[in-house]
């Protein structure tokens, strides 16, 4: 157990809170507790789960649940379900666990801090009533990883929300560009029956394949599913097509480039149609990787020529972060990958962020208050979290674990794919926001299937994708079980 | 000191947190440690809110600020300031702090039991992944307050994700109804580019004077102030009037009745005019009191009558409780007191219930999964927090509390009223969500100003009314000290 002196906090908070510790770990571990592997007892969902799902099953739609947790038991990389297995978790809560479950330093935070239970009982109304230490959170927390040049922060309850703020401080600003002082009478009355010139028809431009969340606003900018949109109202907003490319990258530069110029073109043109239409393009909304779509890249020289395309036009460009942010491309933010002439106008966030919100520009700022607004405006007591986090990915070095992890899965994944050509392809992505895409459907659901019987919990995205989408804390010595269990996976399929 | 052993758990706390106790304190506070009465030492802001203010400007928009608080130093329905101000607080948070600040029994929850630490530090995705005890949890707190008839619930993180996604249900209720079978490949495909038939043109019919929330779909059914709309597109859904009372209602009550059929009408009549638009209405959404827009009452019968209309066209009605629910008129929700032939279709919370979502019938669960989804769907860590607000509710009989401390306040709001007819009038509502309309804006502003200086932290709603939203722990001797400084503005008032 000498690996357990390693950190000094550990045996206090293990003293208290009990955890189940085994008895033997991966001596490396960068979260102490560690399991050396998975443990696989029964099918999964197991017996356990399977009733819990049957009862939850009665009060709400729950289709979607996998498996019931044992949070109290899961620890770093390794998630514990109720039936007794312990399974790598490479999917880590849809991509939102930055440190995985149960880290040391944010159960330290919280149980040897006073102050910090207090900020979560008082839960505040920000935008009126901010604690004492708002402005130096905001300060230290959230700006000192800001994205080059971006200088303001709003901060939010969750990414669907930073979206739809973020679009209309887009609007806003928009407008106030064409505007010679005061909202006129005809604005403010209009307005308030959901007519022009006050609910003016402007729009935001998305891509094929774009996923920027589930509420009604930026669900008109989503196209990755139609399960998410069927039946659901939605504004005619242009929608442009987004580069598919040939891969492996480096052997289809010409063709791939050639792909660039095609959507480019697609977007201009698209603000010309909805110009004359009547329903400007006040801003372009774009992932940095495509996520629910499928992991689908797009080059720097896309973003580039996406940048200049907004600025020609007068439209904001946002960067929506809320799956890439917080460090799982190897940069705190993936956009910066991108070499762009100057920030982007609006950087959103959430997930591995814990709290939501967004970066933008002074223009953005809206000149007067109550419009981007509503009673929490975030939460203090993720930020409390957040900062324990950015703690430890400075402690640990986590964007350097990030890019070795990241080189490392994505070698074996190459591997894979030169071994079973038939099965797999396309590995991609940067740092450890990694995906390969399957033959079919069917095969990648039943690889994420037969991976759960190995212990290895992962997921999917688009139509045939399995997407990685582990912790800041996964290692090299994680990325060699998951490569294992997944080559044993692969050779075993008939 | 003696009253510190009427709760057996203080002393412990208080050791652990290091509250700073008033010496004397009113004898019958439900929260131990409140002081007597308010304290004001500076103008509020003061000094150091200023600073804090000017400083956090240069990052934000931070014109909606009122002051910095000192959440450490808060206790009960007393909020501190940075500036050493002590005030008693009738508005509590934009009425979402159900038991006022440090709530022992909310700090003990935290401190005393490690399972709930980490249910904080483990945010799962809800959808997927939910914790051992999360049924447990549904069923024991939000199943064990839901509004007779409605046995579904489904959790969110605020009240615009939670009108949203009810609205989303909404729709796909309405077009399953229509359906045989599947999704057609029409629908499928056309969902995708944002039209229909997989996009329909359906509509959600709202009040004037409503507020809804922010968001781009709900804030296409708020009509409460031109500022939270201007420049932001909006669906053009049918909006109706709501019912504009004669005060006393006791002695207008013919022609109250005579108003709630106009604006019953007008639904009729809005009803058809969008069939005919060929965007009918899939559902009413309505405030129990509208409480943004200037709390507007509606009678029983209205809402009775509003049900009707609704059932009679196939449409959902959905009541709005973000603001009504929790308690604070009286009832753990504020349409029990209408009498309705059976439950709504959709019951919408957030604010004092500290997490968001809805209960709603089993014909608004969607018959797919993956429909009404995100990331997180709510977070467990606010209901633990929430299953302390209950035990506390039920053990100091907070509802009944409720019901006193407001029966005291409206009394008092009349005595004024009648003291001061050219200043205040129309003083209503139920338990202590409670308002009185002044002569002008200017004058509600100057009194919300001036009761500040007195120690009382109000707001305003609506052009020009004063909102009483305290926490269920507002007592009779807080009223009295509210109403004492509410005469002292009005009879200083020139």
Known sequence: MASLCAQKCIPSIYGRFGHVRSAVRAASSLVAGEPKGPTVKTQIPGPRSKELLQELNQIQQAGSIQLFADYDRSIGNYLADVDGNVMLDVYTQISSMPL?????????????????????????????????????????VLLGIAPAGLDQITTMACGSCSNENAYKAIFMAYRQKQRKGDFTPEEISSCMINQAPGSPDLSILSFHGAFHGRTMGVLSTTHSKAIHKLDVPAFDWPIAPFPIYRYPLEDNKAENAAEDKRCLAAVEQLFEDYAKKGRPVAGIVVEPIQAEGGDNEGSPEFFQGLQKVARKNGASLLIDEVQTGGGPTGKMWCHEHFNLDGPPDVVTFSKKMLIGGFYHTAELKP?????????????????????????????????????????????????????????????????????????????????????????????????DSIRLRPALVFQEHHAEIFLDRLRQVLSETK
Chains 1, 2 share one sequence.
């Open 100 to 140: 995985g479950y149960n880290h040391p330093h944010l159960l330290q935070m919280l149980t040897e801090n006073p102050h910090n239970i207090k900020t979560i009982v008082n839960r505040p109304a920000l935008g009126v009533f901010p604690g004492a230490d708002w402005n130096s959170k905001l300060k230290n």
């Open 367 to 463: 000149p007067q208050a109550y419009r981007i607004f509503n009673t929490w405006m975030g939460d203090p007591g993720k930020l409390v979290l957040l900062e324990g986090v950015l703690e430890v990915i400075k402690r640990d070095n986590l964007l350097e674990q990030v890019k070795r992890s990241g080189d490392r899965l994505l070698l074996g994944l190459k591997q894979l794919q030169n071994e079973y050509p038939a099965l797999i392809s396309r590995a991609r992505g940067r740092g450890t926001f990694l995906a390969v895409t399957c033959s079919s459907t069917k095969l990648r659901d039943d690889l994420v299937g037969r991976l759960k019987t190995k212990g290895i919990q992962s997921g999917g995205c688009g139509e």
